[in-house]
């Protein structure tokens, strides 16, 4: 029979290797989320592509680029491509608003007939309720005719065109209400006229508006941004100002069934352009105000650092200068860096794509 010091001892022996293993697995998570990875230059731009964002790709591995190149409007606007071999090609010179005179386009995604739908971000151009969606015909990879499709949204930015529609992100719906409410838009393709774009209904009232959510940063009063939707059609919507990405769920109707949060902060300091990744589970995002790019699975929630540089890098050999967007292929991670002047970052050379190898 062991004596009560025998017992004693053998409690201690279990609580001290528990406490061991806790250690152990603290030790070996925080490893596995601080392994960053050192980006380096994918696509090194020319002066009219000074303002890189939104991306993505297309059936024969193309890589299309919005440049709303508002760092330096000497250029204008562009949609730019990049091939397979990284190779740079102009797809199109952006049209400018009949009003403001300004082509502002960030989001943009290839719909299920092969066109490419593009957000006009006018409030780039400081207009309220101006933002478009616009559609470009794409024939044998060369830009057709255009048309506007949707008018009247404040600041369109994420485009995600999904079998059932084309969802947008509306970065702020107004900026009068506080806290900040802002939300994603659903558009049927049914509902397009070439002839008569849809006119959105501004203030939050519009049919269209099928999520909202709200950001309370006074530092960043910036809301609904980065977009995308995992294999099960769930959708996750990145609030910048609240460093958080919601993940929503739909109905057999399309209607929002459940909004939670599915991460905020653990490293993240802003939520911008995102990417799913069905190989993973995960979404990528842009982190513009951390100067990184995370990734996040989309089941917990747990947050891997893939890159992070020092604010200010100025870009030199890859290094993240604002990033803004991601978009992956074949195995790498393409980082849109938009180098805004904006919060201690410099406009400066050179104007990059970084590019990091992912490991799985
Ligand atoms: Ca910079
Ligand atoms: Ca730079």
Known sequence: MASIYEFGSRVRIRFLSKVALIFLLLVFTQA?????????????????????????????????????NTNNDKYPACIMKIKPDNGLEEFLVFPIHPETRKACPLGIDIGPDG?????????????????????????????????????????????VCRPDGVYVTETSITGDVKPMPSGVYRFRYSEFREAKPLEVEPGGKDEHLVATIYTDNPDWPVGANGLAFDSQGNMYVGNFGR???????????????????????????????????????????????????????VETGAVTT????????????????????????????????????????????????SVVELDD
């Open 243 to 297: 460093a958080a990405i919601v993940r929503f769920t739909f109905n057999k109707d399309g209607k929002v069934a459940s909004q939670k949060v599915l991460v905020r902060g653990h490293g993240i300091k802003s939520t911008d352009g995102m990417k799913f990744d069905p190989k993973t589970n995960a979404v990528y995002v842009a982190d513009f105000v951390g100067n990184a790019v995370h990734k996040v699975d």
């Open 32 to 68: 596995g989320c601080s392994t960053l990875k050192k980006p380096s230059i994918g696509v090194l731009l020319p002066a009219k592509c000074n303002t890189p964002d939104g991306m993505t790709l297309d059936a024969e591995g193309n890589i299309y680029l919005t440049c709303p």
């Open 115 to 159: 066109n490419l739908y593009v957000a006009d971000n006018q409030s780039l151009a400081g207009a309220v309720n101006k933002s478009r969606l616009l559609r470009f015909e794409v024939r044998s990879g060369r830009p057709a005719k255009f048309d506007v499709l949707v008018t009247g949204m404040n600041q369109a930015n994420a485009v």
């Open 306 to 353: 893939i890159a992070k540089d020092a604010r200010n890098s100025g870009g030199i050999d890859g290094m993240l200068d604002m990033p803004s967007e991601v978009c992956l292929r074949d195995g790498r991670l393409y980082i849109s860096n938009i180098d805004l002047p904006l919060a201690g970052n410099e406009f400066d050379e050179p104007h990059t794509i």
